[in-house]
């Protein structure tokens, strides 16, 4: 049903005063700052949020059509959508991971990266074979990798991550495990903490860039494994 007025808010504007009153002064400065506001003035702040709601929300429902590419993930909005409420493609002619994250499936580490094998030696993610097992907190796993350089069109972001016992490389959004839990490269900051295979060490420095990225693998068992460019292998996901 339509709402038509103010008087039918919905229930998100329904709530008690008081709690509003307060985190409205608190977004004023209160206590640290005098505020004062009378109940009319709060009465005009909720009849204009409803006013907005009632008057755009419930009533009015647009679609828009757009063209998507593969690899690329960010599309421009309308510029009178305030939000999204759904989006849907077709099944049929369109694989969503081909354009929204895609690169993250595709690319994920250097040629360069090592891993390290159940027997602690440090292998070339290229020269990984199938039947070898590697290294995890969780005891051995198997690593499936792909070579995906025919699909290379372009430099992809890669971030090196220098830390006090070696350092790492791999696409932005590949998933390391730092200060306890599962980040993204791109979320990782200096003085983090990574685990790895003897114990914590601290990121001293971030590096950006672009480059070749064309490998993707994945634990298989452990859903991790250890690993690094040069040094220490830390935990990666």
């Known amino acids: 049903m339509a709402i038509t007025s103010p008087a039918d808010m919905p229930s998100i504007l329904k709530v008690r005063s008081e709690p509003m009153k307060k985190y409205v002064l608190s977004k004023l400065g209160y206590p640290q700052v005098a505020v004062e506001l009378s109940e009319d003035q709060l009465e005009s702040i909720y009849r204009v949020a409803g006013d907005f709601i009632a008057g755009y929300f419930p009533r009015e429902q647009k679609l828009a059509l757009f063209w998507t590419s593969p690899l690329k993930s960010t599309y ?53 074979k199938p039947h070898w097992r590697a290294k995890s907190p ?22 090196r991550i220098n830390y006090t016992s070696g350092y790492v490389e791999a696409y932005s959004n590949h998933v390391i495990q730092a200060n306890g839990l599962w980040r993204e490269f791109c979320e990782v900051e200096e003085s983090d903490t990574l685990n790895s295979a003897r114990g914590d060490c601290k990121v ?22 250890y690993a690094c460019v040069d040094g220490e292998p830390i935990v990666m996901h």
């Open 76 to 128: 421009p909005l309308p510029k009178d959508a305030y939000w999204v409420q759904q989006v849907s493609w077709d099944p049929v002619t369109s694989r969503i991971d081909d354009v929204f994250g895609a690169e993250s499936f595709l690319f994920c580490v250097t040629p360069d990266l090592k891993i390290m094998a159940a027997d602690g030696s440090l292998q070339p993610v290229a020269d990984w």
């Open 138 to 159: 969780f005891g051995r796993t198997r690593i499936q990798t792909k070579d995906n350089s025919d699909k290379v069109k372009r430099p992809l972001a890669k971030i």
């Open 204 to 225: 001293t420095s971030i590096e950006r860039s672009e480059g070749n990225i064309p490998i993707s693998l994945k634990a298989i068992d452990s859903g991790c494994y």
